[in-house]
């Protein structure tokens, strides 16, 4: 019999390989565009991420550190930090040296995080999702390695498969900590759509708010998991969209909300593109 291929699970020793076994498969490769697509997202959020942590001491934030350890910095330390950021921000769109870029842009991040005290969830996202395109091959298409001719259509998939994971955690994490009565009553979106200049006062009801605060939570949930299914992937895909763009309706009290919230959702949303196994390609002869 021929080599029956690189398997993962436990098998039983008493047994010929693959007869009556449990085998765990996971693919070895997967698709480029996909997760050169979700790099150049994450290069434009870093982007603008760049822009407003470094001009924030300027424009009055105050930065200092997140636990109170180390020295507080002058306004000029920051906005030279945000300048590298940015110039990495750019290299990763760009898909020069793409790598090393994701990694300076985890960095520069990190350091506003912990040094600023700049902590926010879509920038707690956005380091981990650099820090993982650094360890893929997030350049091989879409990138000026591929425009000369070193590109790939395929990639390791470890590094795609933790960032998915990453994405599910989000959502999951996300749901479970609205499991507690003061979300599911209504009352925690009550406070936070309050000052939503999309929303009517007359929503802000327990007949509106109640289903509302439960449906997030299902949909969460749903998502997290739903978007591992082939079968399930396009409904997840459209309950997640969905529940962003309302997140944004309902939460913005100003432009720089709506903003802020835009940039998770296009962190979280363009993380959907990492869950797929296989891109078609034009002009391709299927032969029986």
Same mark, same amino acid.
């Given at each position: 019999?021929?080599?029956?291929?690189?398997?993962?699970?436990?098998?039983?020793?008493?047994?010929?390989?693959?007869?009556?076994?449990?085998?765990?498969?996971?693919?070895?490769?997967?698709?480029?565009?996909?997760?050169?697509?979700?790099?150049?997202?994450?290069?434009?959020?870093?982007?603008?991420?760049?822009?407003?942590?470094?001009?924030?001491?300027?424009?009055?934030?105050?930065?200092?550190?997140?636990?109170?350890?180390?020295?507080?910095?002058?306004?000029?330390?920051?906005?030279?930090?945000?300048?590298?950021?940015?110039?990495?921000?750019?290299?990763?769109?760009?898909?020069?040296?793409?790598?090393?870029?994701?990694?300076?842009?985890?960095?520069?991040?990190?350091?506003?995080?912990?040094?600023?005290?700049?902590?926010?969830?879509?920038?707690?996202?956005?380091?981990?999702?650099?820090?993982?395109?650094?360890?893929?091959?997030?350049?091989?298409?879409?990138?000026?390695?591929?425009?000369? +001719?070193? &590109?790939?259509?395929?990639?390791?998939?470890?590094? /795609? #498969? $933790?960032?998915? @994971?990453?994405? =599910?955690? !989000?959502?999951?994490?996300?749901?479970?900590?609205?499991?507690?009565?003061?979300?599911?009553? +209504?009352? &925690?979106?009550?406070?936070?759509?309050?000052?939503? /200049? #999309? $929303?009517?006062? @007359?929503?802000? =009801?327990? !007949?509106?708010?109640?289903?509302?605060?439960?449906?997030?939570?299902?949909?969460?949930?749903?998502?997290?998991?739903?978007?591992?299914?082939?079968?399930?992937?396009?409904?997840?895909?459209? @309950?997640?969209?969905?529940?962003?763009?309302?997140?944004?309706?309902?939460?913005?009290?100003?432009?720089?909300?709506?903003?802020?919230?835009?940039?998770?959702?296009?962190?979280?949303?363009?993380?959907?593109?990492?869950? @797929?196994?296989?891109?078609?390609?034009?002009?391709?002869?299927?032969?029986?």
């Amino acid at each position: 019999r021929g080599d029956p291929g690189p398997r993962l699970g436990v098998t039983d020793p008493g047994r010929r390989p693959g007869v009556g076994a449990a085998v765990l498969r996971l693919p070895d490769t997967l698709p480029a565009r996909p997760l050169a697509g979700y790099r150049i997202l994450v290069g434009l959020v870093a982007g603008l991420k760049a822009v407003e942590l470094g001009a924030s001491p300027l424009l009055g934030t105050r930065a200092g550190p997140l636990f109170g350890v180390g020295p507080v910095l002058p306004a000029p330390v920051w906005l030279a930090l945000g300048a590298v950021m940015g110039l990495a921000a750019l290299a990763v769109v760009v898909g020069w040296n793409a790598r090393a870029a994701a990694l300076l842009v985890g960095l520069c991040t990190a350091g506003f995080v912990w040094g600023a005290g700049y902590y926010s969830n879509h920038t707690y996202l956005l380091f981990t999702a650099a820090v993982l395109l650094s360890f893929s091959d997030c350049d091989a298409a879409w990138s000026l390695r591929s425009r000369r +001719g070193h &590109g790939a259509d395929r990639v390791w998939a470890a590094p /795609v #498969l $933790v960032l998915r @994971a990453q994405i =599910t955690i !989000v959502y999951f994490y996300a749901a479970i900590s609205k499991i507690r009565p003061d979300f599911l009553s +209504g009352n &925690g979106l009550a406070s936070w759509t309050w000052d939503s /200049v #999309l $929303v009517p006062a @007359a929503m802000l =009801t327990p !007949v509106f708010l109640v289903p509302m605060a439960f449906g997030a939570v299902l949909t969460e949930l749903f998502v997290a998991f739903g978007l591992w299914s082939p079968r399930l992937r396009p409904v997840a895909v459209v @309950a997640g969209t969905g529940l962003h763009l309302g997140m944004i309706a309902m939460l913005s009290d100003g432009l720089h909300a709506a903003i802020e919230l835009g940039l998770f959702a296009t962190l979280t949303c363009g993380g959907y593109l990492l869950f @797929a196994d296989r891109v078609p390609v034009p002009g391709a002869v299927v032969v029986p």
